[in-house]
């Protein structure tokens, strides 16, 4: 599984990147929101990982890292 990947290259001491298209969701496209994968990821494949979140539209102060 690629979670289990990043896992392995986080163990590392490496940095590991996951894009999504949209930031949020959307009817017309069938594609992963960064907002929700984001959540998600952090609740369920990547729990325990120290996760950020960072797109176009958000303004400098509201960026986060977890």
Do not use: W
Not at 50 to 63: E, K, V
Request: proline share 3%; glycine share 8%; net charge positive.
């Amino acid at each position: 599984m690629v979670y289990e990947r990043v896992r392995n290259e986080v163990q590392a001491g490496r940095q590991v990147y996951i894009v999504c298209p949209l930031v949020e969701g959307s009817a017309k496209l069938e594609a992963k929101a960064a907002t929700e994968e984001f959540e998600r990821l952090q609740a369920e494949d990547l729990a325990g990982l120290r996760l950020g979140l960072l797109h176009g539209q958000m303004a400098a102060p509201t960026r986060r890292t977890r």
